[in-house]
């Protein structure tokens, strides 16, 4: 009999529910969207109890799509977006507002509050002190949420990532669990000691014991039947965030390894091994996942905006489809040099500029929106080797392939435009759901289904190369700068990564 273990990747935009059997191969996808809650101030919100049906919902579709006996399902793994903050009732299991997601940038006013402890807290967490981290999010909800106060008070009150929410709805147990990849990205949680900053919680009015337990990323979280769906209870064995399932799929689990995935927002991360490393403040650092009772690091950057720069050029009827941006990026006139620098709610890593706003310049009479599109691509593969350059600095690794997942990797104007700037290789995996299958090879190796040294034998992948003159790339990046620069000049601040 054959066996299955089914994954769900929680994202920004939607739900998937994937299926893979006992070789690793992914059999079937279901993919459900989940509405953007946005308001005039720009606050982006998630609906907790619409991610939880959809979730419910994107396994029973995948099984069905599968055709597949769902008595032979083993296991379920989860990947999920990171940063986006929840909070409800523990004895309920209701939420007490909407999730706060990770763009939204509402508690910029709490970050710069605690601008006098932000090196401290880099020091402990690994991460800038940023309103993109749910510790400000969790501070804002226990600021402007009253119930939340009450709840807390009571001892009531879980605040949580997407897979501590997912964790306690689902799981029979009702466990309220997270693991080391999603804890080390709340700007709360000890990186050195792994545990919870009892002080930096306290400085921002989050309860301890309101967070969820740290455990290791290859454990049992707890029993679930999927709300009915399964004729059995199965474990839940493998947790991570998104870019960490992504880095685990791409089977970067040795030291020096490293991937980028493009979503809405972009991942750039490097496997570190058990050396925990404090770089500057452009990159973080977070721990990649525990497993066999073993932590890992990671050096990170994160872009707000990549795939959604793609998805905004739609919005605002400048394509009719994403597809089409490959072929009109290379329709572009060869000379022109208009950049596109997407701060749509500030500016990620490595400039950290909460402040910032979006910018396309260098615009001239040849600029058409074969142009425009262009540089909205560009802009991607520029933010992109901006990181790269950067933990090339700090780790004093040569890095000569990255490996890249997520929809747009299948533009080849974009992934040929990356190879050229970065300077290395690019290697695309035939499945582009690196994620959730991250996920689902970790519980799968938990669940003793898959031989961790051969599960990843199947993956092939695509590749590009360099092409790009020295003399123009120079060029093209020393543009990019420039455009950088008027960016933060306008936020307060006068240099790009490199000067100006």
């Not at 299991?93 to 909407?98: D, E, H, I, L, S």
């Not at 993109?132 to 008070?153: H, N, T």
Request: glycine content about 8%; aromatic content about 8%; some cysteine.
């Amino acid at each position: 009999m054959c066996r299955y273990i089914v994954a769900v990747d929680q994202s920004t935009q939607g739900t998937k529910g994937l299926l893979f059997d006992q070789d690793g191969r992914m059999l079937a996808r279901a993919d459900r969207q989940h509405k953007q809650i946005i308001n005039d101030s720009g606050w982006v919100e998630h609906d907790l109890e619409e991610i939880l049906r959809n979730t419910i919902l994107v396994c029973k579709d995948v099984i069905e799509k599968a055709g597949i006996d769902s008595r032979a399902i083993e296991a379920m793994g989860i990947s999920n977006q990171r940063e986006t903050s929840a909070a409800w009732d523990k004895e309920t299991g209701k939420p007490v507002c909407n999730a706060i997601v990770w763009q939204c940038a509402r508690a910029r006013q709490i970050c710069d509050a605690h601008k006098k402890e932000a090196e401290e807290i880099r020091l402990k967490t690994g991460l800038t002190l940023s309103p993109y981290f749910p510790a400000s999010k969790f501070a804002w909800i226990m600021r402007y949420v009253p119930e939340a106060g009450e709840l807390a008070d009571q001892e009531r009150l879980a605040l949580g990532t997407v897979d501590s929410w997912l964790i306690y709805r689902l799981s029979h147990e009702k466990n309220f669990k997270t693991d080391y990849s999603n804890a080390s990205r709340t700007q709360l949680f000890h990186i050195g000691k792994l545990c919870w900053d009892e002080e930096i919680c306290k400085s921002f009015g989050v309860p301890v014991q309101a967070l969820p337990e740290v455990c290791m990323s290859d454990s049992c979280f707890g029993t679930t039947d999927l709300g009915g769906i399964l004729p059995k209870r199965i474990p839940i064995m493998g947790v991570l965030g998104d870019s960490h399932g992504a880095l685990f799929g791409q089977n970067c689990r040795k030291k020096g390894e490293l991937k980028a995935t493009y979503g809405t927002g972009s991942s750039v991360m490097m496997n570190l091994g058990d050396e925990m490393v404090i770089g500057s403040p452009g990159v973080v650092t977070s721990l990649a996942w525990g497993r066999k009772q073993k932590i890992e690091y990671v050096l990170e950057g994160n872009l707000n905006y990549t795939g959604a720069s793609i998805r905004w050029l739609k919005d605002i009827s400048l394509i009719s489809s994403e597809e089409e941006t490959s072929w009109m990026a290379q329709q572009a006139y060869p000379k022109d040099r208009t950049y596109f620098v997407p701060a749509f709610t500030g500016l990620g890593a490595p400039y950290w500029d909460a402040k910032a706003t979006g910018l396309l310049t260098g615009i001239t009479r040849t600029t058409g929106k074969n142009e425009i599109v262009k540089a909205c691509l560009d802009s991607i593969a520029y933010q992109i080797t901006d990181l790269i350059r950067l933990m090339r600095q700090e780790s004093g690794s040569e890095i000569r392939e990255i490996k890249v997942d997520g929809g747009p990797t299948a533009n080849v104007y974009l992934m040929q435009f990356q190879s050229d700037m970065a300077e290395a290789a690019v290697r695309i995996p035939e499945l582009e759901e690196l994620s959730g299958m991250g996920a689902a090879y970790l519980a799968g190796i938990a669940a003793g289904i898959y031989d961790e040294e051969k599960i990843f034998d199947h993956v092939s992948y695509s590749s590009f190369h360099p092409k790009m003159e020295m003399e123009k790339r120079n060029s093209l990046q020393q543009g990019w700068q420039q455009a950088i620069a008027q960016v933060l000049a306008h936020g307060g601040r006068q240099e790009g990564l490199y000067g100006t």
